[in-house]
Structures are given as C-alpha cells and as structure tokens.
C-alpha cells in the first residue's frame, strides 16, 4: 500500500487502474552492467538502484532518471512505461 493511497493520506488524487513497468534490471542485464556497478557509476544508493529495478518506487526522482538514461544511452522509455 502506498502512502499516497486516500486512506493514509487522506489526499484527492485521481484514482487510476493502470501501472508502471520498470525495465531497468534487463536493460541492466542486456548492457551487462550490474547494480552494483550502476551504483557506483551514477553515485547512486545500491539499495535506490535495487528498488528501481523491482519496480518498488514510489516517488521517481527525474535526476536519476536522467542518470540512468545517460549511463545506458538508452530513452525513458526503456526503462519505464505506463501500461493501462
């Protein structure tokens, strides 16, 4: 359950059905960079990097998103999609 949900927060956002798809750990595997090395390089937390590739995010930090696709030379795209 995520903090933004209405009954913790007690906020009126939208309520939408669909999800985000994080890619991050194949794009990670098809590179053949490891977590551990993506931390390193981006300066990243490894346990960050970690939620990110389980797609356990509640916030997304847009810096890190640009860190990602720059270490990767890859688009947002590739790392995550909103699917319905």
Request: proline share 0%.
């Amino acid at each position: 359950m995520s903090k933004f949900d209405k009954n913790i927060l007690g906020n009126n956002l939208l309520k939408v059905d669909g999800h985000l798809e994080w890619h991050l750990s194949d794009l990670l595997k098809s590179r053949n960079i490891t977590k551990y090395r993506l931390s390193k390089l981006s300066n990243i937390r490894y346990d960050t990097i970690c939620n990110y590739c389980s797609g356990n995010v509640t916030l997304i930090n847009a810096e890190y998103i640009k860190i990602f696709c720059y270490i990767l030379d890859c688009q947002i795209q590739d790392i995550v999609q909103y699917v319905d």
